[in-house]
């Protein structure tokens, strides 16, 4: 697997493919929990000796990991963090943002797909993904976008060639059920 590299853009997706990372290794309980690795106590046993082994050198490589997931200018200013679940709070905080910011980010991404018009010369796969794009960034944030509505854009915003096709969904077909899956398959036949 690819380590994801976070380069100070697009942070919500990276956040999403970073926990996937550390959980596929074993290491998103170093971020999770937090913990803190005790001493081992006098004469310890083989398994305490284990157990207190594999939880450093879980933290160790979980801090590892993130250290090498990001561009050295944020490096630089996660450096002195102590611990990986702290450079997570501290790459949320800067990047992600208190509420208030993610709702203004969510607005302007909802505004920015409701703009969306498809050109001519694009296709109706194009168009989708980029309406899927969008969508995707405002539920990565937190906000839910069902596939309904993208659907309803899709229909509303067609330019005049599809009027044919949506007319004839339209009698077949009740699009308030319809998934976006069935709309591209029947606009793209």
């Keep these: 697997m690819a380590l994801p590299v976070f380069d100070g853009e697009n942070y919500q997706a990276w956040t999403v493919k ?12 170093a971020v999770e929990e937090d913990y803190e690795v005790l001493s081992l106590l006098k004469n310890p046993t083989m398994v305490h000796i284990r157990a207190h082994k594999e939880r450093r050198t879980t ?6 990991c993130v250290f090498a997931a990001v561009f050295t200018t ?15 709070d501290f790459l949320k905080k800067e990047y992600e943002g208190d509420k208030r910011i993610r709702g203004m980010k969510v607005l302007n991404l909802v505004r920015e797909f ?14 989708s993904n980029r309406l899927h794009l969008i969508a995707n960034k405002v539920r990565i944030l937190g906000t839910e976008l069902n596939d309904n509505i993208i659907v309803q ?15 004839s969904l339209e009698n077949t077909k009740d699009l308030s059920r319809f998934s976006l899956a069935e709309l591209l398959s029947a606009l793209q036949t």
């Design 18 to 29: 970073m926990q996937a990372y550390l959980e596929a290794c074993d290491l998103w309980v």
């Design 59 to 64: 933290k160790s490589k979980a801090k590892s």
């Design 153 to 167: 854009n899709i229909l509303v915003i067609l330019p005049e060639r599809y009027e044919a096709t949506i007319a």
């Design 114 to 127: 409701e703009m969306q018009r498809m050109k001519k010369s694009k296709t109706i796969k194009d168009y």
């Design 74 to 88: 944020i490096f630089s200013r996660v450096v002195t963090c102590e611990s990986t679940k702290e450079i997570w």
